[in-house]
Nanobody
């Protein structure tokens, strides 16, 4: 069994920063990519950022480009999301996800590219 655990969420004011972490545990598995998604109340889960594990290339949603940075620690099997200049519209539950293999028809910006998901961590930004 593979477990992903997010941490680092909380309540901040607009303009402040947070750093989310996602640690993996359980049986070992190959990682093609890891990503962050978010879901606000009444909305669908949406892509935030992703990183290809082996080569480190990244993808970002337009709404977070220039403000959020995804990074990884290969040795600790951990992925991070540094969130700066937070806005009220960033308020959501943030989920970490892991893709074990590349799927040509499923880009890593889509939820169906991922095999494993964490339980989520709440990020609330007050204006």
């Amino acid at each position: 069994q593979v477990t992903l655990v997010e941490s680092g969420g909380g309540l901040v004011q607009a303009g402040e920063s947070l750093r989310l972490s996602c640690a993996t545990s359980g049986r070992s598995f190959s990682r093609y990519a890891m990503g962050w998604f978010r879901q606000a109340p009444g909305k669908e889960r949406e892509f935030v950022a992703a990183i290809r594990w082996a080569i480190g290339t990244v993808e970002y949603a337009d709404s977070v480009k220039g403000r959020f940075t995804i990074s990884r620690n290969n040795a600790q099997n951990t992925v991070y999301l540094q969130m700066n200049s937070l806005k009220s519209e960033d308020t959501a539950v943030y989920y970490c996800a892991a893709a074990s293999t590349v799927r040509p028809a499923r880009p890593i910006t889509r939820t169906n590219a991922y095999d494993y998901w964490g339980q989520g961590t709440q990020v609330t930004v007050s204006s």
